[in-house]
């Protein structure tokens, strides 16, 4: 493929030979999905085709994520449009014989069922649903509806259409000004603006400049980038290739962690047909222009997600941050001016390129432009990956596109931002997804991470949880973070033992506002997010812990009492049976007692008792 002409042209022809096969079957071959056992699905799907002599009439593609992925197995019939969850391979006979036989859509196996009422149907299709009505695709505009092991697919759903255009009808610094009036900030948590970034390398001199995607993935909660990778790859090179053009680099890199295996046999794959076609390589469709690119895999450390850190592991070195400046696109990879990017910020370039700047700008508000991709996970009904536009606010994430909250559950806290964010209470619902109005709550947007915290999660155990990540990911470099995330942890730890006292609880505070201000790069000063942010909504759990002893949640042992109602007590001795710790004994009268010293607070006596006598304080 030697021209933009000739792109066109495969887009055309792929397009028309899509269109002889009656029916086109996407199955979710992404992580969650395959780990779900996806693939017998698949297989089960293909063999009852034949049984009923209809493989010729469907085509099997396996994509990567559809977003839904608390529900998988997942399947979508085109041209219908349909999608069925939660599937087993022992359904996929009645599925093809209603569905592709009888030509009947199946509720039972639908991703919603709603109860039949006079005039409705007893099903919703899902893009009917409000997970999908209240999303906005852009980086996810081909996810779960291609095969990413095949660039014609790409090609045909305008894939390296806005590389074409970047490099026939603009100058880089054309490219670079169009992502910088798009307002696209980076997705990976800095929310630098990202055409400013290119300016900034395009103005260097040098002999040699390089760009790199990063894709070392590895906040708690946040899986967007790497189901990216393993839905649409070309996407990232596309988007990769267009910021090398813009600052003028001719090799580029995607730093990925070894262990996303999908991903890293997906991209590889992308790579070489890319090669292939002449979309990677010598004067890339006749332009002048020449890029190429290879995978390296990170040291697995979740501080080589920092720019500079990465750079350090890239050159053998020890994975630690240095102090900036110079900034990687002043002296970066080897000393030379560097571009890094993350995954979705990539991803997006070559959407806004072929669009234009104002149809991103207009997406989301003033001082958020454009879509972002979240990790949608915690106790609600819907979870997996939605794309919405910035400023949407956090009650239609949780109520509209998550379906509101599990059965039994009451929402006491939303996390933005994994183990460097905080939480938003449930009072503050309406609150913007917004880089500067999460700022000013002591929060952030991060990479992506949201977790929705039911009324049963101990805040205290929560946070001690993502402090315990930040000071095992710490690189040990500063003193701030090595030892303060330490001390953190151990505070946070008395407080939920019940061993701490008021005066400790004023220690935490200071030490966690002496890391933030202290620490040596950006992700140190997030750690104490967590701990700050909790103790501005929710203190008074603090002082329950510290001064009644008392876990709200139940949560915390230490904390937890276990009495028997000796009027409701019947004798029947399941407590006593079931008990490990054996700290259950009888008195005259039959009814038992807890000896709460020897008690293990595992919870078994209060979950056995067939009469629910024993309570839980």
């Known amino acids: 493929m030697r021209t933009a002409e000739e792109l066109m042209e495969r887009k055309e022809a792929h397009k028309k030979r899509s269109c002889e096969c009656p029916y086109r079957v996407c199955i979710c071959g992404g992580t969650s999905c395959t780990s779900q056992n996806s693939r017998d699905v698949r297989e089960a799907f293909r063999e009852e085709l034949r049984l009923v002599g209809m493989e010729d009439q469907v085509e099997i593609v396996t994509t990567g994520c559809h977003g839904l992925c608390a529900k998988g197995p997942v399947m979508t019939v085109y041209p219908e449009g349909v999608t069925y969850a939660n599937l087993l391979p022992e359904n996929l006979e009645e599925l093809v014989e209603e569905h592709f036989v009888n030509k009947r859509v199946i509720p039972k196996f639908l991703y919603t069922n709603v109860?039949?009422?006079?005039?409705?149907?007893?099903?919703?299709?899902?893009?009917?649903?409000?997970?999908?009505?209240?999303?906005?695709?852009v980086v996810f505009e081909r996810c779960g509806k291609i095969d990413p092991e095949n660039?014609?697919?790409?090609?045909?759903?305008?894939?390296?259409?806005?590389?074409?255009?970047?490099?026939?009808?603009?100058?880089?610094?054309?490219?670079?000004?169009?992502?910088?009036?798009?307002?696209?900030?980076?997705?990976?948590?800095?929310?630098?603006?990202?055409?400013?970034?290119?300016?900034?390398?395009?103005?260097?001199?040098?002999?040699?400049?390089?760009?790199?995607c990063n894709a070392d993935e590895g906040d708690l909660g946040a899986y967007m980038d790497r189901s990216v990778i393993e839905a649409d790859p070309h996407t990232v090179i596309e988007g990769l290739t267009i910021a090398a053009y813009a600052v003028g680099a001719s090799q580029g890199y995607v730093y990925i962690r070894p262990e996303y295996t999908t991903a890293v046999k997906n991209l590889t794959t992308a790579i070489s047909q890319a090669r292939e076609n002449g979309l990677l390589g010598?004067?890339?469709?006749?332009?002048?222009?020449?890029?190429?690119?290879?995978?390296?895999?990170?040291?697995?450390?979740?501080?080589?997600?920092?720019?500079?850190?990465?750079?350090?592991?890239?050159?053998?070195?020890?994975?630690?941050?240095?102090?900036?400046?110079?900034?990687?696109?002043?002296?970066?990879?080897?000393?030379?001016?560097?571009?890094?990017?993350?995954?979705?910020?990539?991803?997006?370039?070559?959407?806004?390129?072929?669009?234009?700047?104002?149809?991103?700008?207009?997406?989301?508000?003033?001082?958020?432009?454009?879509?972002?991709?979240?990790?949608?996970?915690?106790?609600?009904?819907?979870?997996?990956?939605?794309?919405?536009?910035?400023?949407t606010s956090l009650r239609t994430i949780v109520e509209e596109i998550g379906g509101g909250m599990v059965p039994g559950k009451a929402l006491k806290a939303i996390q933005t931002g994994g183990a460097s964010g905080g939480y938003i209470p449930a009072s503050d619902l309406d609150v913007p997804l917004d880089y500067d109005v999460l700022a000013e709550r002591g929060t952030l947007l991060g990479a992506g991470g949201l977790m929705a915290l039911g009324d049963d999660i101990c805040i205290i155990e929560h946070v001690k949880q993502q402090v315990e990540f930040s000071m095992k990911e710490s690189c040990g470099k500063c003193t701030a973070c090595r030892i303060g995330t330490q001390k953190m942890y151990d505070l946070l730890d008395k407080i939920t033992e019940g061993k701490a006292d008021m005066e400790e609880l004023v220690k935490l505070e200071e030490l966690a506002e002496y890391v933030r201000t202290s620490a040596y790069c950006g992700l140190g000063k997030a750690a104490p997010n967590p701990v700050l942010s909790s103790l501005r909504y929710f203190r008074e759990d603090y002082v329950a812990h510290i001064q009644d002893r008392k876990c709200s949640a139940k949560v915390c042992k230490p904390l937890i009492t276990y009495e028997v109602n000796q009027k409701r007590c019947e004798g029947c001795g399941v407590c006593a049976a079931s008990c490990p710790a054996k700290c259950i004994s009888e008195r005259e009268d039959e009814t038992k007692v807890i000896d709460m010293e020897r008690c293990l607070a595992c919870d078994t006596c209060y979950q056995y008792c067939p009469v629910k006598a024993i309570s839980k304080e």
Not at 119 to 132: C, E, T
Not at 158 to 173: F, I, R
Not at 287 to 305: K, L, N, P, Q, T
Not at 316 to 328: I, M
């Open 151 to 212: 660039i014609e697919d790409f090609i045909e759903m305008d894939g390296y259409q806005g590389l074409a255009k970047a490099l026939t009808q603009m100058t880089p610094e054309d490219v670079a000004e169009a992502v910088t009036e798009s307002g696209l900030r980076g997705r990976g948590g800095g929310a630098y603006l990202t055409g400013v970034k290119w300016q900034i390398a395009a103005a260097q001199e040098s002999d040699e400049k390089y760009v790199i």
């Open 282 to 391: 010598d004067d890339i469709l006749s332009s002048g222009f020449s890029f190429d690119m290879e995978i390296r895999f990170a040291a697995g450390a979740y501080v080589c997600g920092e720019e500079t850190a990465m750079i350090s592991s890239f050159e053998w070195n020890r994975g630690e941050p240095r102090l900036k400046p110079a900034y990687p696109v002043e002296k970066g990879l080897y000393e030379k001016p560097t571009v890094i990017n993350n995954v979705e910020t990539l991803a997006t370039v070559a959407a806004i390129i072929r669009n234009g700047s104002g149809w991103f700008a207009q997406k989301g508000n003033e001082t958020a432009c454009g879509t972002k991709i979240f990790a949608l996970g915690g106790d609600l009904n819907n979870t997996g990956l939605v794309e919405v536009p910035l400023g």
């Open 115 to 137: 109860e039949p009422a006079p005039g409705r149907p007893n099903f919703v299709p899902l893009r009917q649903s409000k997970f999908v009505i209240c999303q906005t695709p």
